[in-house]
């Protein structure tokens, strides 16, 4: 699926609708760092007192974004988010079934595995008292 970090030890469907998810350690360290930039440029205009109505932060937004020499995107993309999750839903839903099953076929293995043991120390039992006689 690409997920490269998620809560807790095992992927859940929420986790495949996080973009986050799929980054890298790179990337995310420089997202964490752009969004912290971001957010002290707004607490900066909001401590000077500097009134700034919702539509203007469009336009404060892109100049940050040129000024750090990031891409500025365009448009929506070519797909959208809902696309987007029902693609990742379909693949998580993939990924379950395989799991799922995994996990049963590990569990009849123990059953298997316990057996197997019980059978080598019958064995070993049996070793030991033909040594001892």
Known sequence: MGLTSWKGGRVRKGDVSTAKNYLGDAELSELNLVVTMFLDTAELRSRRRQGIVLAEWETILDEFIRSNELPLLRGAGRVSADAAEKTAHRLYQAFEQRRISEEKAAD?????????????????????RRERS
């Open 108 to 128: 009849q293995a123990v059953p298997e595995i316990e057996e197997l043991k019980r059978i080598i120390d019958a064995i070993e039992k049996t070793r030991g």
